[in-house]
């Protein structure tokens, strides 16, 4: 029902920011919760931020709170990561998901 692509990604220095898009297809995207995991190398993909439908609630995993912020706009299908005082550990694949469909990621990597 809905195709997802990320875009934003990049190699950046520690303490800078990068936003992160996810672009949805499709005409039910506020039918959807969204969220963004990440995979670094050789570890197990882990979650990072989820939105609700309308954007009314969020949650954060405890390693990105108080840095990343995750935003919706369902008018233009579209859903956001910011990420603000970036630390080496964040460098990872980016997906945004729907939970059940999947975007093809997008490379963070943060230099000390």
């Known amino acids: 029902q809905v195709q997802l692509v990320e875009s934003g990604g990049g190699l950046v220095q520690a303490g800078t920011s990068l936003r992160l898009s996810c672009a949805a297809s499709?005409?039910?995207?506020?039918?959807?919760?969204m969220a963004w995991f990440r995979q670094a190398p050789g570890k197990e993909r882990e979650f990072v931020a989820r939105i609700t439908e309308t954007g009314a609630r969020t949650y954060y995993a405890d390693s990105v709170k108080g840095r990343f912020t995750i935003s919706r706009d369902n008018a233009k299908n579209m859903a956001y990561l910011q990420m603000n005082s970036l630390k080496p550990e964040d460098t990872a694949i980016y997906y945004c998901?729907?939970?059940?469909?999947w975007g093809q990621g997008t490379q963070v990597t943060v230099s000390s």
């Open positions: 998901t729907t939970g059940r469909v």
């Open positions: 499709g005409r039910t995207f506020n039918s959807y919760l």
